[in-house]
């Protein structure tokens, strides 16, 4: 019976093997049209329940910064328009989701100083769709829970057993497994991609690194949501800023280029726009 699971593993990861941006391998068990099906259904479900901010300036504010980053993602990575959202939250916390969705909370922007630093949290995020790491991490899921299923006949588990822990193998994954906390792996990909990303539509990297160490000094006080599933640490900052030799060459390049650099005006700290 172990054969027969490490045949099916085997043959799982040959079927649906890809590299990300970065050169890591992943295994991508579903199609992009029923991973942006997932993001899109789960973002409804976020709508319903969390109230959204109507606050015309703090929207403004916010979809001019997201607006700015996801007219520099290709168009083989998202096509259409990209929905964003901000909801009514005193959680430190955002999001992006397969199928063009964000999520910015209100409380992020208590953390965030300038509009940079909340380019670098929606460049982070967006980092994280770019990359397919839900699809990789619902593949995970999925490759247990046939794993499991594999195990539990082995071990003559009755049927009825055998079909609740397919239902909750798939409800964890259809749940959570988008939103749910990723790995260091893709936190760290999601850094790296996100800065490039955010140098790229004229946002200064280096607030990357400033805003992670205000997220770090917020977590000694009460870590919020948002650190709960993106562990902030002394190797995440060196990491952000050894990275700065490759995306501030794509900021200057903006710069001399000529283009005006993205104005976003907020209420939290007007004082940052001339
Ligand atoms: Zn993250």
């Not at 160490?213 to 640490?233: G, R, W």
Request: aromatic share 6%; hydrophobic share 40%; charged share 20%.
């Amino acid at each position: 019976m172990k054969k027969i699971i490490s045949v099916c593993l085997v043959l799982l990861t040959l079927c649906a093997c890809s590299t990300s941006s970065t050169g890591r391998n992943q295994v991508s068990l579903y199609s992009n049209a029923e991973i942006n099906h997932m993001g899109i259904t789960s973002f409804d479900e976020i709508k319903k329940e969390i109230p959204i901010s109507k606050d015309k300036a703090t929207n403004d504010f916010v979809l001019c910064v997201a607006d700015a980053i996801t007219a520099n993602v290709s168009k083989s990575a998202h096509q259409g328009e990209w929905e964003v959202v901000v909801f009514d939250s005193e959680q430190v916390n955002a999001f992006a989701l397969p199928g063009g969705k964000i999520g910015v909370y209100t409380g992020i922007l208590q953390v965030t100083e300038n509009q940079d630093q909340l380019a670098a949290i929606i460049g982070h995020e967006v980092g994280h769709v770019l990359e397919h790491h839900s699809n990789e991490r619902l593949s995970a899921n999925k490759i247990s829970t046939v794993g499991m299923a594999v195990a539990a006949i082995a071990l003559g588990v009755s049927e009825v057993d055998n079909k609740d822990l397919w239902v909750a193998g798939l409800g964890i994954g259809v749940q959570y497994g988008i939103i749910m906390p990723y790995s260091r792996s893709h936190e760290s990909e999601a850094d790296v991609v996100g800065q490039d990303l955010m140098a790229r539509s004229g946002f200064d990297p280096k607030a990357s690194v400033q805003l992670w160490k205000n997220m770090s000094k917020l977590s000694k006080e009460a870590p919020p949501e948002f650190m709960s599933t993106h562990p902030s640490n002394e190797t995440r900052i060196e990491q952000l800023n050894r990275h700065l030799i490759v995306s501030q060459p794509y900021y200057l390049a903006e710069k001399q280029l000529g283009t005006p650099p993205p104005m976003c005006k907020s209420k939290n700290y007007p004082e940052a726009i001339d």
